[in-house]
C-alpha cells in the first residue's frame, strides 16, 4: 500500500514561488500517474496537474498552466509541484494523489499542505 506525506506548503506574497513536495512510501511509485489537486475553503477539490512518467507525460489545468511545474524524482520517490508566479486565488490545501491500480482513478491520497497566497 502507497502512503503518500506532502510538504513545503506556507503562506508566501502574490508573485513568489513555493515548491511543493509529495514522498511516497510503501511501494515504487515510478510507474504510476499521479497529481496534484487542491481544494480552497467553500469549494470543491480541483484538479491542479498529474504526470505520467513513464510516457514523459505532464499535464494542467488552465488555471495553473504556464505558472506550476509538474515533476517526479524516482530516485527519490517524490512528486513536486514547482509553484511561481502565485495569486491569491490559489490559495488552498494542495493534495497529492496516485492511481495505484492502472484503473484511472486516483486511489490513494496525501494528507494535504495548505498554501496561502497574500495579496
Known amino acids: 500500500q502507497v502512503q503518500l506525506v506532502e510538504s513545503g506548503g506556507g503562506l508566501v506574497q502574490a508573485g513568489g514561488s513555493l515548491r511543493l513536495s509529495c514522498a511516497a512510501s510503501?511501494?515504487?511509485?515510478?510507474?504510476?500517474?499521479m497529481g496534484w489537486f487542491r481544494q480552497a475553503p467553500g469549494k470543491e477539490r480541483e484538479y491542479v496537474a498529474s504526470?505520467?512518467?513513464?510516457?514523459?507525460?505532464?499535464y494542467y489545468s488552465d488555471s495553473v498552466k504556464d505558472r506550476f511545474t509538474i515533476s517526479r524524482d524516482n530516485a527519490k520517490n517524490t512528486m513536486y509541484l514547482q509553484m511561481n508566479s502565485l495569486k491569491p486565488e490559489d490559495t488552498a490545501v494542495y493534495y497529492c494523489?496516485?492511481?495505484?491500480?492502472?484503473?484511472?482513478?486516483?486511489?490513494?491520497w496525501g494528507q494535504g499542505t495548505q498554501v496561502t497566497v497574500s495579496s
Open positions: 494523489a496516485a492511481d495505484t491500480n492502472y484503473g484511472g482513478a486516483y486511489d490513494c
Open positions: 504526470i505520467i512518467y513513464s510516457a514523459g507525460r505532464t
Open positions: 510503501g511501494r515504487t511509485v515510478s510507474s504510476l500517474r
